[in-house]
């Protein structure tokens, strides 16, 4: 049994938000790690449904998984990832490395001693493209400033004035 830990969170990782279907990437990076280190898993589920999507999906070379039950349920997702990762360090896995795709919580393990992935798939480069996206249309008038504002620029720019 290796020494060496990698956690990995579950949702963006190994699985899409929305619906829970796998990360193809993520779960070839899961098998990968696995020849080589404990494979622990935290995620935002609770163990019965987890536990499913796990068996279905065949992600079964983990050493361990933090659910999110009990009184870790109702916490922020950063707070609640921080609690997990030190529960399983708690449990006697030294953690080298953690795979997270949300940045915000990335900083918060760096502050807090972790090395960190964090996993950014191409399908959430632009905010659009992204599960949680909600379209806020802009003002006209912002696409009229902007017209006039190029338009200034264009009049000063010495580079575009005859010779």
Known sequence: MPISSVAMSVEGVLQKYQPT???????????????????????????????????????TKHAAVEYNEGPKRWEDSHIRKMVQLASLHNRGFHIDLVIDPDPTASVKMIESGYNVMTFTHAQYALPQWRPD???????????????????????????MKDQ
Do not use: M
């Open 133 to 159: 996206y909600t379209e806020q249309r802009r003002p006209w008038k912002d696409f009229e400033d902007a017209a006039i504002k190029l338009a200034e620029l264009r009049a000063l720019d010495t580079r």
């Open 21 to 59: 279907v796998p990360i193809p990437v993520g779960v070839a990076l899961y098998h990968s790690l696995a020849t080589n280190f404990n494979i622990l898993l935290y995620s935002e589920d609770e163990k019965k449904s987890l536990d499913y999507w796990l068996g279905i999906e065949a992600l």
